[in-house]
């Protein structure tokens, strides 16, 4: 389950700064340089506020890969201490993030320290007089100066203009929302939403899958038939866990090919990340589900916490990606999706809220993988994430941490996925605890509009579905 980032509140831990000049605040705050490569690892984000609070990013700007085991974290307090854990190294160029709020936080007028292994060797610092807005990043990375930025960690800064700042746009659609379900079906922890034809697939952060149909009233109730009427539990390969499942998708072939689960831990191991994309045969008439196959991508992302991880998932077409010039990230060439294997004809899109960054993965049959794409979206998390093929973009949506914004990814002429616009929620939608979003497809259009679902994972008023429209 996700909590509202709008009710929590970090505490502003205080900063003896009195012998600070002003006009340091909020920039840099200069350390003695180290012998390289120590001197190649810098402080390069640092986030207070919203869903990744108390994180800091370092950065290797040099040449050759740094051991950082050992290494300590602090803010202004000499007591605090996060060290980083044995056999982390940094390669050249790498990003690596680190969740500190276990150890200590970090106020509104406060400083990230980073010191060697003794823990009295500073390599490098950065002091702040306000909150992260939502990001203080260096511009450029590893060399410049701190500036409000959207949040990119474990990735390049955004430093073109293109983040938390940007206004956005009247929602492409209808300001009504309306409640989309009967009341109390579903309680809390409603997440992942997924439109196929006249079934709406939703997936339950307790491990449970969701089979839904429309009743007499346009409602969405679930299907009560094979065994569906009360979700399905959902299981790890082999029969054992509880996946937290947060998103849900399926590929051009249908449910009847697998519905894939993105999921951020086992339930029965809350405290450990499993950044998980599972695929289930739903044609069983039993009341649980074992999945087939595991993409276990942990090890391949940034580090986050085990709440943070995995939030939406999508499917996107290799034709569509090959027909608009995607250039594979992994090979720096034109995506090629011969060289994979099978592996399902699409891009699996995962969306993480704990860095608010989007990654795309080839899923292959044999159950390897590789990422091809690494988006910033430029939000402080992303709950959900939906390909809209009559308008070839990727949707990618945050929950009450950002408002209700969404916004849209296109491929770019670089060849790359980029955000080509920025919209605000419906002007009639409170701004809930939307974990879920769904469209309906091009058959749907009436009026130059189709339908679009939220999922709140608050159930606010006993209701966790809600419809609107968006433009065709």
């Known amino acids: 389950m996700t909590v509202s980032r709008a009710r929590r509140r970090r505490r502003d831990l205080p900063l003896a700064l009195t012998a600070v000049p002003a006009l340091l605040l909020g920039a840099l705050a200069a350390a003695p340089a180290q012998a390289a490569p120590a001197d190649d690892i810098r402080i390069n984000e640092v986030v207070t506020t919203g869903s990744v609070e108390d994180s800091i990013e370092l950065y290797n700007k040099g040449a050759a890969a740094v051991d950082v085991s050992g290494w300590i974290l602090k803010d202004d307090n000499n007591s605090s201490k996060f060290t980083i854990a044995a056999g982390t190294t940094l390669a050249p160029g790498a990003f690596r993030s680190f969740d500190v709020h276990g150890r200590f936080g970090l106020g509104s007028s406060d400083k990230a320290r980073l010191y060697l292994a003794d823990g009295s060797t500073l390599v490098d610092s950065h002091a702040w007089s306000g909150h992260s807005s939502p990001s203080w990043s260096r511009c450029p990375d590893g060399t410049g100066a701190f500036k409000a930025a959207s949040v990119t960690l474990g990735a390049a800064n955004a430093c073109g203009g293109t983040g938390g700042g940007t206004a956005p746009a009247a929602w492409p659609g209808g300001s009504t929302v309306a409640t989309a379900d009967a009341a109390n079906v579903f309680g809390g922890d409603l997440s992942g939403l997924h439109q196929e034809g006249d079934v709406l697939w939703a997936a339950q952060n307790s491990g449970k899958l969701w089979r839904l149909v429309q009743d007499g009233s346009g409602d969405w109730t679930p299907d009560p038939t094979g065994g569906w009427s009360s979700g399905k539990t959902l299981r790890f390969p082999g029969g054992s866990g509880a996946p937290d499942a947060e998103g849900v998708t399926v590929t051009g072939a ?54 943070l991880g995995f939030e939406g998932i999508t499917w996107v077409p290799d034709t569509a990606l090959t027909g608009a010039g995607f250039k594979d990230a992994s090979t720096g060439a034109l995506y090629a999706p011969a060289g994979y294997g099978p592996h399902g004809g699409g891009v699996f899109f995962v969306g993480v809220e704990g860095t608010g960054a989007v990654h795309g993965y080839v899923l292959q049959d044999s159950g390897a993988f590789t990422r091809v794409a690494t988006v910033a979206t430029g939000m402080a998390g992303v709950m959900e994430v939906q390909w809209e093929p009559q308008a070839s973009r990727l949707w990618a949506v945050c929950d009450d941490t ?29 701004d809930l605890n939307n974990e879920g979003f769904a469209l309906a497809g091009a058959e749907a259009c009436v009026g130059g509009g189709k339908p679009a679902y939220w999922s709140d994972d608050s159930n606010t008023g006993g209701h966790a579905l809600r419809r609107g429209t968006v433009s065709c």
């Open 254 to 307: 249908g449910a009847a090919a697998g519905v894939y689960v993105a999921s951020e831990r086992n339930g029965d191991a809350s405290g450990t990340s499993r950044l998980s994309v599972l695929r289930y045969d739903v044609s069983a008439t039993g009341s649980a589900l074992t999945a087939a196959r595991e993409w276990n991508l942990t090890a391949s992302l940034p580090a986050t916490g085990s709440n």
């Open 402 to 430: 950002c408002g209700g914004q969404h916004r849209t990814l296109k491929v770019d002429a670089s060849g790359a996925l980029a955000v080509s616009a920025v919209y605000a929620r419906p002007a009639g939608m409170p």
